[in-house]
């Protein structure tokens, strides 16, 4: 079992930038992949960003390619999402996932998921 926590959330205005992170716990090195999805009300789960835990390589979603950037720590066990010139629309929850099987950016991939974590941005 892998353990997720995000943190970094916030109120913020649209321009802004804000950090998130997930920590990780629990059987890591069993894990293929880690990402970032979020949610807004009444819409559906949105793929953001994924990296793979063997080569590193990462990929974005439209909305958000050239903004966000998704990289990670091992020796922390934490990744991060670092989001720049925030918009309204990247308001939404969102959550840390990890996949044991493969590297997807397909939510029903992932195996385990964070409780979540508020992102805001005000006009």
């Known amino acids: 079992q892998v353990q997720l926590v995000e943190s970094g959330g916030g109120l913020v205005q649209v321009g802004d930038s804000l950090r998130l992170s997930c920590t990780a716990s629990g059987r890591t090195s069993s894990l293929v992949a880690m990402g970032w999805f979020r949610q807004a009300p009444g819409k559906e789960r949105e793929f953001v960003a994924t990296i793979s835990m063997a080569t590193e390589t990462r990929d974005y979603g439209d909305s958000v390619q050239g903004r966000f950037t998704i990289s990670r720590d091992d020796t922390k066990s934490e990744m991060y999402l670092q989001m720049n010139s925030l918009k309204p629309e990247d308001s939404g929850v969102y959550f840390c996932?990890?996949?044991?099987?493969?590297?997807?950016?397909?939510?029903?991939?992932?195996?385990?998921w964070g409780q979540g974590t508020q992102v805001t941005v005000s006009s």
């Open positions: 996932a990890a996949a044991s099987r493969y590297w997807s950016n397909l939510a029903g991939s992932y195996d385990y």
